[in-house]
């Protein structure tokens, strides 16, 4: 038995890396024997088994074989004869598919080592093109390692794009196409997952919402950039650059989709957008089964993103409204997610990524003003049921009249 440190916690060592997880390859062993060292199996469709102490991941050395479309139809086969070499040509990249053993020499046969010198992600074999979910996987790898300078293969972007031709990606099913998603707006640079995506065609296939977006034109005065998926990508890059959330990440990703279904005899100028964006947001929501949280934040900013531009405009009775509309009495922590996203939105534009953005402070001294008035003083003057509604929402026009001066 021999056991092997393998994937990506090798491929961030030698990238100088903190390593957060370990995963382990064992060649020359068989299910009983790691069950009588007390590791504990837990992969259903081939053999993992956790490790007694540490709780790490340790996989038997396995080899795979397409039997039906999708990243389902697999048929595994792992036994004692098993080759670590075997077991490494299945991965998806030659920067994952390096191993080292027990006293820290390393075992490359794919050029792993290589790859990550020349910084490109590089599939390992033909066998990349089995599996629809490692277009995504690549992707997100290009978003998390795109500050390093890292960029995928010529040959395989081409061969990406022979699988979207293909129809692969049409047997990804939502949850996993959400997972990886989910996982690559956390990344360093989320705009990179959807570019890679565009390039090789799985954008359209998967998120036309997005995809439509590009080549549609903006007014320049506003917009110098002009493009409007350009513009979707600067925004998801300062929402990176402002926040770790990830709701408000997708908020800045989806809170333009509107103007994707502008009549074209409109262009550039973008009317009602924002309510249009509402449907988009949801059908792109329901398609992956988006969470709740994620939706709930995206639909506001998709609807009321235009309200904080116009802020020194607004009279004080439409923050109110605004705030009501937000749930931002109630919900003070999402109130401060919507104006994150709309920063985003101001900063994700050509020549603007610097500039100061008074209008959100604006807002937050409105909302504060409106959220300190107290409830219980108008309670305790003998007001009831609507009266209390009417005066409460009195006083706070009040608050923000006196606060905004």
Not at 165 to 177: C, F, I, P, T, W
């Amino acid at each position: 038995m021999e056991i092997y440190l393998v994937g990506g916690a090798v491929r961030d060592k030698l990238l100088g890396l903190e390593v957060k997880d370990r995963d382990w390859v064992v060649v020359g062993a068989t299910p009983d024997d790691m069950k009588s060292l007390g590791f504990r199996q837990v992969g259903k469709d081939f053999p993992v088994f956790l490790h007694p102490d540490t709780q790490e991941e340790y996989a038997l050395a396995r080899t795979e074989r397409k039997t039906a479309p999708g990243y389902t139809g697999f048929e595994f086969q792992y036994s004692s004869t098993v080759t670590l070499e075997e077991d490494l040509k299945r991965r998806d990249l030659t920067v994952n598919a390096i191993a080292e053993d027990k006293d820290g020499n390393l075992i490359d046969p794919y050029g792993g080592r290589k790859d990550l010198e020349a910084k490109k992600l590089k599939h390992v074999s033909s066998a990349f093109a089995e599996d629809p979910v490692r277009i995504l996987r690549v992707a997100r790898f290009a978003a998390r390692f795109a500050r390093f300078g890292f960029t995928i293969a010529t040959q395989t972007n081409s061969l990406m794009q022979e699988m979207v031709d293909n129809g692969e990606v049409d047997a990804l099913v939502k949850e996993r196409v959400w997972a990886e998603l989910d996982m690559a707006l956390g990344e360093d640079s989320p705009q990179i997952f959807f570019t890679a995506l565009r390039e090789c065609g799985a954008l359209a296939k998967l998120f036309p919402e997005v995809d439509c977006l590009f080549g549609v034109p903006q007014t320049e005065k506003h917009h110098p950039e002009i493009d409007t998926g350009v513009h979707v990508m600067m925004v998801l890059e300062q929402a990176a650059l402002l926040t770790d959330d990830k709701c408000v990440r997708f908020s800045a990703l989806t809170h333009d989709l509107g103007k994707g279904t502008t009549p074209r005899e409109m262009w550039p100028r973008h009317i009602d957008h924002e309510s249009r964006g509402v449907g988009l947001v949801n059908k792109l929501c329901d398609r992956f089964a988006v969470p709740n949280d994620f939706r709930d934040l995206a639909v506001l900013v998709a609807r009321y993103h235009t309200h904080v531009f116009r802020a020194n405009e607004l009279r004080p009775e439409t923050f109110v409204k605004t705030f009501d509309s937000l749930d931002a009495f109630r919900r003070p922590e999402r109130f401060e997610q919507f104006l994150i996203s709309v920063e985003a939105d101001s900063k994700g534009r050509k020549g603007f990524e610097n500039t100061p953005f008074p209008q959100g402070d604006v807002f937050r001294q409105a909302h504060k003003a409106a959220i300190e008035v107290d409830v219980k003083e108008i309670v305790d003057e003998g007001l009831k049921g609507q009266a209390i509604a009417d005066e409460l929402r009195k006083r706070r026009v009040q608050a923000v009249k006196k606060a905004l001066g």
